[in-house]
């Protein structure tokens, strides 16, 4: 989450990789809350299952850390989606030339300014970022891990 956080504020960047450095926060955290519960590690990018795999207490508890720090500017009303999109974008990022296909670098330039004509609707964005719940969920998984290891 560091780094994340420097990249946002030192470099002069349009790079999402701030925002890919953040999911990989993310998918660790998420990791280690479930082996601080259950003392196995998951592996893959499914980030529902993963969350899953944590008790329906620590599920809950997770959401409501992440709403009340976030508040009413971040909607946790479905998480698992939230988890899905999270994952999603964590591996189409990685490789962001296969979201875009064969695209010419003319056309993937004109992708943003004609999204933005068209009204820059979330339905038609090529990638959901969703930044608030993203921040909030770090701020839980974090925090949960901290309080658990330090006892």
């Known amino acids: 989450m560091e780094d994340a956080d420097y990249l946002r504020r030192r470099l002069d960047s349009q790079s999402n990789g701030a925002y890919l450095l953040d999911l990989l926060a993310l998918e660790i955290l998420l990791k280690c809350c479930v082996v601080i519960e259950t003392g196995k590690l998951e592996h893959g990018?499914?980030?529902?299952?993963?969350?899953?795999k944590l008790n329906r207490v620590t599920r809950e508890a997770l959401i409501q850390t992440a709403a009340t720090r976030m508040g009413p500017i971040a909607d946790y009303a479905d998480t698992y989606w939230l988890l899905a999109l999270y994952g999603s974008n964590f591996i189409r990022m990685r490789y962001p030339y296969e979201a875009?296909?064969?695209?010419?670098?003319?056309?993937?330039?004109?992708?943003?300014?004609?999204?933005?004509?068209?009204?820059?609707l979330v339905e038609e964005a090529t990638f959901d970022f969703r930044p608030l719940e993203l921040h909030g969920l770090l701020h839980a998984f974090s925090t949960y891990g901290a309080e658990k290891i330090a006892g």
């Open 45 to 52: 990018h499914d980030y529902v299952q993963i969350f899953l």
């Open 100 to 120: 875009y296909g064969s695209k010419s670098e003319a056309e993937y330039l004109r992708l943003g300014p004609e999204w933005i004509e068209r009204g820059a």
